[in-house]
Nanobody
Framework: QVQFVESGGGLVQPGGSLRLSCTAS????????MGWYRQAPGKQRVLVAV???????NYADSVKGRFTISRDNAKSTVYLQMNSLQPEDTAVYYC???????WGQGTQVTVSS
């Protein structure tokens, strides 16, 4: 079955950086656009970054210029490099296809001093 396993979250101070990783299984990874989504407490899950099968990227305005999505098709892995993190970036981060299939557990990112 389709499975996404996210890792790399944690507690970071404002202005800090984190790199998230997500390994997919059960799909032909290279054929899919992949996205990073996040869900903040009390809010809906939203798409923040997407990378197509061809490598084109797009970002939500809230993260543009600070986050970078990339992929390694040989490893069936998608990454999210997050720089200049702010408290409003605090959320559970999920990877998935775009549009999404079944959801994994996500990884918690907390930005706080």
């Amino acid at each position: 079955q389709v499975q996404f396993v996210e890792s790399g979250g944690g507690l970071v101070q404002p202005g800090g950086s984190l790199r998230l990783s997500c390994t997919a299984s059960g799909i032909i990874f290279s054929s899919y656009a992949m996205g990073w989504y996040r869900q903040a407490p009390g809010k809906q899950r939203v798409l923040v970054a997407v990378i197509t099968s061809g490598g084109s990227t797009n970002y939500a305005d809230s993260v543009k210029g600070r986050f970078t999505i990339s992929r390694d098709n040989a490893k069936s892995t998608v990454y999210l490099q997050m720089n200049s993190l702010q408290p409003e970036d605090t959320a559970v981060y999920y990877c998935n296809t775009a549009p999404p299939m079944s959801w994994g557990q996500g990884t918690q990112v907390t930005v706080s001093s």
